[in-house]
């Protein structure tokens, strides 16, 4: 049975940043992707940042340039670093899953239908 965990939630400062984790078991396969999507109130879940099992990365606008996604592959687990967050990085954070590497195979890798599992998600609020 494939399980994602997330940690590293919790309440942050404007201008401060955070470094959520995602723990993967369960799965046997080795190609695949992972990413973050997060969903911030009264908005749809958006894709932020995925890596593919290659290392490949794929950033949202609203994530470049301040965000790093990371891989331990040998450990299943995936990392994402943001910093600069303001009031709209506010949301619940969460980890997905895909069954095949996505963006070798020409796929969206920040679209939500592309992947399979996912975790209960971590809250991350951002406030003075």
């Known amino acids: 049975q494939v399980q994602l965990v997330e940690t590293g939630g919790g309440s942050v400062q404007p201008g401060g940043s955070l470094r959520l984790s995602c723990t993967l078991t369960?799965?046997?396969?080795?190609?695949?992707?992972m990413a973050w999507f997060r969903r911030s109130p009264g908005k749809e879940r958006e894709g932020l940042a995925s890596?593919?099992?290659?290392?490949?990365?794929t950033y949202a606008d609203v994530a470049k340039g301040r965000s790093v996604i990371s891989l331990e592959h040998a450990k299943n687990i995936v990392h994402l670093q943001m910093s600069s967050l303001n009031s709209e990085d506010t949301g619940t954070y969460f980890c997905?899953?895909?069954?095949?590497?996505?963006?070798?195979?020409?796929?969206?890798?920040?679209?939500?239908?592309?992947?399979?599992?996912w975790g209960q998600g971590t809250q991350v609020t951002v406030s003075s």
């Open positions: 890596i593919d099992s290659d290392g490949t990365t």
């Open positions: 369960g799965a046997t396969w080795s190609d695949y992707a």
């Open positions: 997905e899953r895909s069954l095949e590497r996505l963006v070798k195979n020409g796929r969206n890798p920040l679209m939500r239908y592309e992947y399979r599992y």
